[in-house]
């Protein structure tokens, strides 16, 4: 995989050998490497320079959140993933305004609940309206989380 080295960057060393800086200002790693490199800064040689924020038009800056999220994406391990996902459809409204309001917008169950933390509890709750109160442990929110799915 072809890496844009970041600015200022004169030497590179991983897992104990240094790697040459092409004329390019690019370096040649195996793909595995990608996500320690992109924790220092490193970028996919395809990524060109962005323009200035306040210049980009509406599709530059749906692109550029894209390509940001994708690269944080790549350092978060699956699971971590799979339980910011479960908690954001969790919380998310309902697109369907035909559905009663009763019924849970997603199928969360007990296991998926225990999986996540606290943040993601706060947020699953705030998102279905729940109010809460702190201080409040973790195994406080999931009750009152059970409770809002009627899993208790």
């Not at 924790?39 to 996919?44: C, I, K, L, N, S």
């Not at 959140?65 to 996902?85: D, F, H, P, S």
């Amino acid at each position: 995989m072809k890496l844009r080295i970041p600015d200022g960057c004169g030497a590179v060393s991983h897992l104990g050998q240094s790697l040459e800086i092409a004329e390019d200002q690019s370096i040649e790693v195996d793909d595995a490497a990608w996500p320690v490199l992109s924790a220092h800064g490193f970028r996919p040689w395809e990524d060109q320079p962005e323009a200035e924020i306040s210049e980009m038009t509406r599709e530059q800056l749906v692109t550029a959140v894209m390509n940001a999220t994708a690269k944080a994406l790549r350092t978060i391990g699956t699971e971590e993933i799979r339980a910011r996902l479960i908690a954001f459809e969790a919380s998310a409204p309902s697109l369907d305004e035909s559905a009663d309001a009763a019924q849970p917008t997603t199928s969360i169950d007990a296991e998926a609940l225990s999986a996540l933390n606290r943040n993601e509890l706060f947020a699953f709750l705030k998102g279905k309206g729940v109010a809460v109160s702190l201080p409040i442990t973790k195994e406080g929110l999931r009750a009152l989380a059970r409770q809002t799915l009627g899993l208790t």
